[in-house]
């Protein structure tokens, strides 16, 4: 079993930045490639960013591409999203999740995630 807890979500204007964290307790480490997924009201939950289980490879969203990085430590079960020249349409509650197969974590389909936090809002202004 594992426990993902975010943390870092808030409200900024745009150009701004957020930095999220993911807290991963449980048999984690190295077991999980991690992603991020995001959801805006009355939108479906769409894939942002993933990092492999030793941090390799990484697939981002194109939208986000050159602004967001996601990184991880496995030593401390953290994984980093650090977001830079936001944008109102980033706007969403962000979700940390944990994928056990090392075949589908860089589909970025939120169903072949395993674990999931309960999520942080972030808010970018105009």
């Known amino acids: 079993q594992v426990q993902l807890v975010e943390s870092g979500g808030g409200l900024v204007q745009a150009g701004g930045s957020l930095r999220l964290s993911c807290a991963a307790s449980?048999?984690?480490?190295?077991?999980?490639?991690m992603g991020w997924f995001r959801q805006a009201p009355g939108n479906e939950r769409e894939f942002v960013t993933a990092?492999?289980?030793?941090?390799?490879?990484?697939y981002s969203q194109k939208s986000v591409t050159g602004r967001f990085t996601i990184s991880r430590d496995n030593a401390k079960n953290t994984v980093i999203l650090q977001m830079n020249s936001l944008k109102p349409e980033d706007t969403a509650v962000y979700y940390c999740?944990?994928?056990?197969?090392?075949?589908?974590?860089?589909?970025?389909?939120?169903?072949?995630?395993?674990?999931w936090g309960q999520g942080t809002q972030v808010t970018v202004s105009s």
């Open positions: 449980g048999r984690t480490g190295s077991n999980y490639a």
């Open positions: 990092i492999s289980r030793r941090g390799g490879r990484i």
């Open positions: 999740a944990a994928d056990s197969d090392d075949s589908t974590w860089w589909q970025g389909v939120a169903h072949d995630y395993d674990y």
